[in-house]
Structure formats: C-alpha cells, structure tokens
C-alpha cells in the first residue's frame, strides 16, 4: 500500500472540488472526519496516514480561500510597498508584466505575491523598487487558474516607482546570480540561438527563444526539455557531485550536499512549479537511507505533490506541473512494463538494443500519460515526439553538462576566456538541436488535431494500461505469498 499515492489523489480532488464548488466546504469536512475518525478504529498506522495528509491539505485550502479574500478586500486601494521582480518581465502590445515578491509590511505582507503590469520602463529580475499601485482581481478564467497556481492571488496597476534601498532579502541575490550567468553566456561566441536555448537549459529562462522556434518545440513534443524539472536537476546535480565528492563522506553530508543543491538550482529557476517538484521529489529520494528507509520513486513522488499542494494548493492548475507529474510518472509505472513486454516477445542480446528499447520505453511512455494535457491545453498532439525526443536527448544532456561546467567556472575564474573555449561544443550540440526541433516542428504533419472522442479514447487506453499493470503486480505479490 502506497499512502502518499492515494492521498495525493485525494488532496487533488478536494483541491479542484473546492475550487470550482465551494458550497460543498462543510459536506468535506464532514466526510474527512468521519474517515480519519474510522481510520483510527482500524488502528492501522499507513491507513491513518490517507486521511491526516488529506485534513492538512485541506486546512491549508481554507487558508488560502482566506488569502484571496484578504487580496479581494484590498481592490482598488492604493497601495505603497517595497518589491522585487523575481522572473524576467514579459510584454505584449498594450503593456509589460512581471512577478513580484513584497520584501516590506505595510498594506500586504512579507512575501505576498502579486503580478504587477507597468508601461513604458525597463526592469529586470532582481531590481528592487518602491511601488505605489491599485489591486485589482483577475477576470478571465484561464488567468486566474494561471495565476493561483502559481500562488498569486492578486494583480496590480502600477501608477508610479522608485529604487528602493530593500536589497537585503535573498530573493535579491538570487537574481542578481541569474544576471551573472546571463552575462557569461552573452560573453561567449555563442550564437544568439544557442544562448537562448542554454538560457532556458540551465535556468529556465525562455523569454528570448524565438516564437517560432518555441513553437516548433511544442510541435515536435519535446516542451519537457525546456522546462527544468527532474532530468535536468539529475543532470545538474550529478555535475556538482563530482565536483565536491571527495568532501561528500557519509550520509548526512551528501544529504546537506543535497538541500543546498537543490535549492540553489530552484531559486535559479525562479521557483516554477516543475522544478520544485523535481527538486522535493529528488530530496526525498535522497534522504530516505537517514531514516533507514527504502527508497520508492513513485512514493516520492507522491509526496512531493502533497507537499506542493499544501503549499500552494491550486498548483495542481499549473500545466508545467501537470505534465511534469504524469511524465514522471509514465517514465516509473509504463516504462519498465513496456520495456519488458517487448523485449519478452523481441530478445535482445546486444546492451546498447537493449538501452536503446529502454530509452525509447521512457519517451513512449511519458508521451502517452501526458498526451491528456496535452490535447486540452494544445488541442493536438505530437505524431514526431518520439522521433525527436529520440534525435535530440543525447544532445540536450550532453548541453545542460558542459554548460553547467562552463558557467561553474565563469563564476570562480575572473575573466570568461576559460568557460567560453569550455562551452564550443555546446554551440555545436546547440545548432543540431535547434535544427532538428526546427525541421521535424515545422512539417505539415507534425502534429495532429484531436476531437474530444478521440481524447475520451485515449484516457480509456490509459488507465487499462495502467489497470493491467497494477493486476499483473498484484498477481505477483499473491504468487509469492502462496510460495511462502
């Protein structure tokens, strides 16, 4: 029995009943009462543990129904306060917007955030200001979900600004970090392209990829690979593990080696909700032997969404989450089913046929649990994301390595000559890359619409697999238990 599995699920059902229906508030307090109060007669500890998660999280709804009422009754009051802009500001034809992080008390609090829209200025990750501005709640509904997922519950119009001298929050380093690795790469021989699609590798900033490239990247269906999340921290980490190993001598240094890695790669990216996924998947993993206990990837994973959802609960909105979640989750569950059903009726002798199925098992596999989203957000799916996932994964770890490299030496060397001769393969690597997404993204039947039936069939598809799997394992698990 996994119980952070089923209460994940559950804590994401409350979380969209209560969204969409909050009339029915008492009805699940109610219910959740009576579980815990029968899980206790059971006197069964893992079973007991469904039902405390499930009240936690939804305790931590009702906190945040109370912050949106608290931003609501703040609307059209003028407000002053110190702010840091913690992701790259975007812009359209009317206005430019960015993410913002209150760093002063005055109307809102310490680390409210709020999504400020502003003219004709030019600001960047980690400027500080003093801003005078009205709140205002978001109307379109896919904003809002946007928005609360992210943990921002209000937006604001900003009337005027000034530099602030509140620059003593890390929320100020962090990005002042982000522009030094930006002006390593903008340092180097690298071509405008290139830059770019390190830039959004190593520190998830998209914002100067080109559209048409990004949307050829979407075509092709390899979005996973621009969004940081587990692959890259893996990467990343495993980058700095052979830097510091030699100082790394038991258990509890790696785990403190772990924590500090991990959040530093994080604040980098702007704490977007795929990369702490990633992250608190990872750290879980990671410490499980300090506590003498096995460690179960998808039981981590589990967690990790439990512990996203308490802290903001309407992450589960969040589209990045949600395919870094179901990818992640085919990759465990449907890829070492699929490998072992093929090479069951295929043997293959050779290791690299053998890699080779594995690899194409895990591309298949997260394809197929995050084709759903995929067609809600996007309206089609991808007919050459195997194909390209297959062309172009070798190349995009082999960028993420070298970068990581060159940019770790471009922090400690006081000129950039060293991490600019570092990162040249990675311009080649790069071009090949873009090249690929570029001409696979851009052919007439690259992608597919899908009508809703055809969608109703694929989640159909979906869960027999999955329901298939679960029976052959639980065949398993009885066979031997008969043995014994």
Same mark, same amino acid.
């Given at each position: 029995?996994?119980?952070?599995?089923?209460?994940?699920?559950?804590?994401?059902?409350?979380?969209?009943?209560?969204?969409?229906?909050?009339? /029915?508030?008492? /009805?699940?307090?109610?219910?959740?009462?009576?579980?815990?109060?029968?899980?206790?007669?059971?006197?069964?500890?893992?079973?007991?543990?469904?039902?405390?998660?499930?009240?936690?999280?939804?305790?931590?709804?009702?906190?945040?129904?109370?912050?949106?009422?608290?931003?609501?009754?703040?609307?059209?009051?003028?407000?002053?306060?110190?702010?840091?802009?913690?992701?790259?500001?975007?812009?359209?034809?009317?206005?430019?917007?960015?993410?913002?992080?209150?760093?002063?008390?005055?109307? %809102?609090?310490?680390?409210?955030?709020?999504? @400020?829209?502003?003219?004709?200025?030019?600001?960047?990750?980690?400027?500080?200001?003093?801003?005078?501005?009205? %709140? *205002?709640?978001?109307?379109?509904?896919?904003?809002?979900?946007?928005?609360?997922?992210?943990?921002?519950?209000?937006?604001?119009?900003?009337?005027?600004?000034?530099?602030?001298?509140?620059?003593?929050?890390?929320?100020?380093?962090?990005?002042?970090?982000?522009?030094?690795?930006?002006? @390593?790469?903008?340092?180097?021989?690298?071509?405008?392209?290139?830059?770019?699609?390190?830039? /959004?590798?190593?520190?998830?900033?998209?914002?100067?990829?080109?559209?048409?490239?990004?949307?050829?990247?979407?075509?092709?269906?390899?979005?996973?690979?621009?969004?940081?999340?587990?692959?890259?921290?893996?990467?990343?980490?495993?980058?700095?593990?052979?830097? *510091?190993?030699?100082?790394?001598?038991?258990?509890?240094?790696?785990?403190?080696?772990?924590?500090?890695?991990?959040?530093?790669?994080?604040?980098?990216?702007?704490?977007?909700?795929?990369?702490?996924?990633?992250?608190?998947?990872?750290?879980?993993?990671?410490?499980?032997?300090?506590? =003498?206990?096995?460690?179960?990837?998808?039981?981590?994973?589990?967690?990790?969404?439990?512990?996203?959802?308490?802290?903001?609960?309407?992450?589960?909105?969040?589209?990045?989450?949600?395919?870094?979640?179901?990818?992640?989750?085919?990759?465990?569950?449907?890829?070492?089913?699929?490998?072992?059903?093929?090479?069951?009726?295929?043997?293959?002798?050779?290791?690299?046929?053998?890699?080779?199925?594995?690899?194409? =098992?895990?591309?298949?596999?997260?394809?197929?649990?995050?084709?759903?989203?995929?067609?809600?957000?996007?309206?089609?799916?991808?007919?050459?994301?195997?194909?390209?996932?297959?062309?172009?994964?070798?190349?995009?770890?082999? +960028?993420?390595?070298?970068?990581?490299?060159?940019?770790?030496?471009?922090?400690?060397?006081?000129?950039?000559?060293?991490?600019?001769? @570092?990162?040249?393969?990675?311009?080649?690597?790069?071009?090949?890359?873009?090249?690929?997404?570029?001409?696979?993204?851009?052919?007439?039947?690259?992608?597919?619409?899908?009508?809703?039936?055809?969608?109703?069939?694929? +989640?159909?598809? %979906?869960?027999?697999?999955? /329901?298939?799997?679960?029976?052959?394992?639980?065949?398993?698990?009885?066979?031997?238990?008969?043995?014994?």
């Amino acid at each position: 029995m996994r119980p952070f599995l089923i209460a994940a699920v559950i804590s994401v059902s409350l979380t969209a009943i209560v969204y969409y229906c909050k009339t /029915a508030i008492f /009805a699940i307090a109610v219910c959740l009462i009576i579980f815990l109060i029968v899980a206790l007669k059971l006197k069964k500890p893992h079973f007991t543990l469904v039902p405390v998660i499930s009240i936690l999280v939804f305790l931590s709804l009702l906190f945040s129904l109370y912050e949106i009422d608290r931003f609501s009754n703040l609307s059209n009051t003028p407000i002053t306060e110190d702010l840091v802009i913690t992701e790259t500001p975007e812009s359209n034809e009317y206005y430019n917007f960015a993410t913002a992080v209150c760093v002063s008390e005055n109307s %809102l609090h310490k680390g409210d955030k709020i999504k @400020i829209y502003y003219k004709n200025s030019d600001l960047s990750v980690g400027d500080t200001l003093n801003a005078k501005f009205y %709140l *205002f709640e978001f109307d379109n509904e896919k904003t809002r979900r946007y928005n609360f997922s992210e943990g921002i519950y209000a937006g604001a119009q900003i009337k005027s600004f000034s530099d602030s001298n509140n620059d003593k929050s890390i929320l100020t380093f962090v990005p002042k970090l982000r522009f030094k690795i930006t002006e @390593i790469l903008k340092s180097s021989d690298l071509t405008f392209q290139s830059r770019a699609l390190i830039s /959004a590798l190593t520190i998830g900033d998209r914002s100067s990829l080109d559209p048409k490239f990004y949307d050829n990247v979407k075509k092709s269906g390899v979005s996973h690979m621009l969004v940081v999340s587990g692959m890259h921290l893996v990467i990343i980490i495993g980058v700095f593990y052979s830097v *510091f190993k030699p100082l790394l001598h038991n258990k509890y240094l790696y785990a403190a080696f772990s924590f500090l890695s991990v959040f530093l790669i994080v604040a980098l990216c702007g704490f977007t909700m795929s990369v702490i996924r990633a992250g608190i998947t990872y750290l879980l993993f990671s410490i499980a032997p300090l506590f =003498s206990r096995e460690r179960d990837a998808l039981n981590s994973l589990s967690a990790a969404m439990i512990i996203m959802i308490f802290k903001t609960p309407f992450a589960v909105f969040s589209v990045s989450l949600q395919l870094s979640m179901l990818s992640t989750a085919g990759i465990l569950i449907l890829s070492p089913y699929l490998t072992e059903v093929f090479l069951r009726f295929c043997p293959l002798r050779k290791k690299f046929l053998k890699s080779l199925v594995s690899s194409l =098992s895990v591309t298949v596999s997260a394809s197929l649990l995050t084709a759903p989203v995929c067609i809600l957000v996007f309206g089609y799916i991808s007919t050459v994301s195997i194909l390209t996932n297959i062309l172009v994964s070798f190349a995009v770890t082999a +960028i993420l390595s070298i970068s990581v490299i060159a940019i770790g030496v471009g922090l400690v060397m006081p000129n950039y000559n060293l991490a600019n001769i @570092i990162l040249c393969p990675a311009e080649i690597l790069s071009s090949y890359t873009i090249n690929v997404i570029n001409r696979l993204g851009s052919l007439e039947f690259s992608t597919l619409e899908v009508i809703p039936r055809l969608l109703s069939l694929v +989640i159909f598809l %979906l869960t027999l697999i999955i /329901a298939l799997k679960y029976s052959e394992q639980q065949q398993l698990k009885f066979i031997k238990r008969q043995n014994i």
